[in-house]
């Protein structure tokens, strides 16, 4: 097993002679209107109709009225494509190299762009708002008494000494020989050997705290799930709005997805709302029938990312074609969909020559470069579609394609990157998506949810 580094460990260890209170515990918020438990209701309705063996929870965009934990509507969109930018390019690092580490810096934010969804942990459960995150795969939690750091949320903080069921995991334990690939860092022991986890993540913020189990609650319709594996973290620093926590869905055996399977079988799907709807999280069975689909890749620097091929862009029925060397993965928690830097230059010529001189252009904004004057809904957008290996076609709505940023200005949701794809969570918008690992494919499926 690999030792943390010996700055990490006297961090930790330093925790033990002082803690550090939190000024204040974010105050519950307002009961959402009628319109959100209306919304939330039909999730819950369509799992009893069409999915009852498996578990269907509400996913919530990270500007929703209804989410328990929004953004700051104050908060710059430039803010959330510089964080957005780091995130790129770490799992771009990820693809494009076999490096087995990531290293660990001090940052400011994570996940600004991603979608949340209400989990329960503990004996009694208690309810947290967590960010849902394709790209990575331990999942962790706040934990008292937040013996460095604990950022402001909306759920009071989780407490481990008010679980019957909470276990902290010994450096002995199988599991912890698991976090090298599960967090691409090492693991640790504190003094008296329980197992110590670092998660670093590719904006600079990160969780050190104390690997663990405990039961978790995700249904009321479905009974509860011991000796789940997660992080009670003790120093947790980065911009995470409100939100508890992250759960890790990526295919690493200690990912929530992962722990699930053999309750509810080899898939996951998901549908990321627009901000005015609710989405959905969903682990067991769903219906092929209305999927096209695209098989899952291999990938030799990662295995736990969802790897796929994207051949070619469509832009105004002009076909752009993708290099089979370049590698693409799909991920829930960036924002901006990334493309390499010839084909992103041939789908801004193509969007640029359809639009034409309708609509004034605009300087470029943080990392978008082409944009317009106005709102995307008054720019006459092309259609563009994504045309995967096996054949899948995944036509875009307008709204998918361009996006709002500050002052008056709508851009190409797209951006440049070096040497590979990312299929961001601007693009996914309102698709039903099916993570098939069982049988090594991706679904999409358009018009889930609004």
Known sequence: MGRMSRAVEMKLLQSFCFFLLLSAVAPLREVPPSSCSAQIQAIINLQLQHNSSGIRLPLHHPQSPCSPAPLSTDLPFSDILHYDSSRANSLLHRVTTSAASVPLFKGTALGVGNYVARINIGTPPKPYTVVTDTGSSLSWLQCLPCKLYCHRQLDPIFNPAASSTYHAIPCSDAHCSTLSSATLNPSGCDRSRTCIYEASYGDASFSIGYLSQDTLSLSRSVAAIPNFIFGCGQDNEGLYGETAGIIGLAKNSISLFSQLSPKFGSSFSYCLSSSSATGYLSFGGYNPVKFVFTPMTKSSADESLYSLKLSSIAVARQSIVVSEESPSIIDSGTVITRLPEEVYSAVSAAVVRAIGAKVARAPAYSILDTCYKGSAAEVPTPEVAFVFGGGAVVRLPGSNVMIDV???????????????????????????????????????????CG
């Open 406 to 448: 500050d002052n008056g200005v709508t851009c190409l949701a797209f951006a440049a990157a070096r040497g590979a794809t990312i299929i961001g969570n601007w693009q996914q918008k309102t698709f039903d998506i099916v993570y098939d690992v069982g049988k090594v494919r991706i679904g999409f499926a358009a018009g889930g």
